[in-house]
């Protein structure tokens, strides 16, 4: 059973995070931050996670520490539910198209965490939303999940496109690297024998 649960409770936040990455891509996403559960319905819809996220933030503030501390409690649900990995494909990669965007995500599920993020944003906010906070959910997630995570824009004029287009590619290429390689569904996919 690949599910995990995480709580995680600071001075700043409240977090409740349940996954199963053996899903439909079913969610219930409530953070306080309408544009963020919007791309945390997008992660677990293309996936195929199910995902359900409570968190209670200091929003009288801003968002930041609600999306950082939500990255890393998914980051640490991800990492809790893959176990030993025995299994899995372990990288995946996408170019998702979304009207004038294209981004490219590639990922290793290996449990050495790296971001590599070459998108820019068009503009600051989406709504009352801050864009450069993307980045900081994708660090949180690739460092508490132990993902290797490269994404990059390579075209694209709307924001909101940007973010979404982002959040779709990832969630793309987890779903490549989670699923359970038929050929070799018994080993962890390293000839060190551990990732």
């Not at 059973?1 to 977090?15: P, Q, S």
């Not at 779709?168 to 962890?188: F, M």
Request: proline share 2%; aromatic share 6%; charged share 25%.
């Amino acid at each position: 059973m690949r599910k995990a649960r995480i709580e995680r409770r600071t001075a700043e936040t409240e977090i409740v995070v349940e996954i199963d990455l053996d899903g439909t891509g079913a969610y219930d996403c409530n953070t306080g931050v309408g544009f963020f559960d919007h791309m945390l319905d997008q992660l677990a819809r293309h996936a195929l996670i199910d995902l359900t996220v409570s968190t209670k933030g200091d929003l009288h503030i801003d968002d930041h520490h609600s999306v950082e501390d939500t990255g890393i409690a998914i980051g640490q649900a991800l990492a809790v539910a893959m176990g030993n990995k025995r299994g899995i494909r372990r990288y995946g990669e996408c170019h998702l198209p979304m009207d004038d965007t294209l981004v490219r995500a590639a990922l290793d599920l290996s449990g050495r965490p790296w971001l590599g993020w070459g998108v820019e944003m068009t503009s600051a906010k989406i709504g009352t939303f801050d864009t450069e906070l993307v980045r900081e959910f994708f660090q949180a997630l690739s460092t508490h999940g132990g993902i290797t995570l490269h994404v990059d824009l390579i075209r694209g004029i709307n924001s909101h496109h940007i973010a979404e287009a982002s959040f779709k590619a990832v969630a793309r290429s987890l779903r490549d690297a989670l699923d359970v390689d038929p050929r070799k569904s018994d080993a962890i996919p390293s000839t060190k024998g551990t990732l």
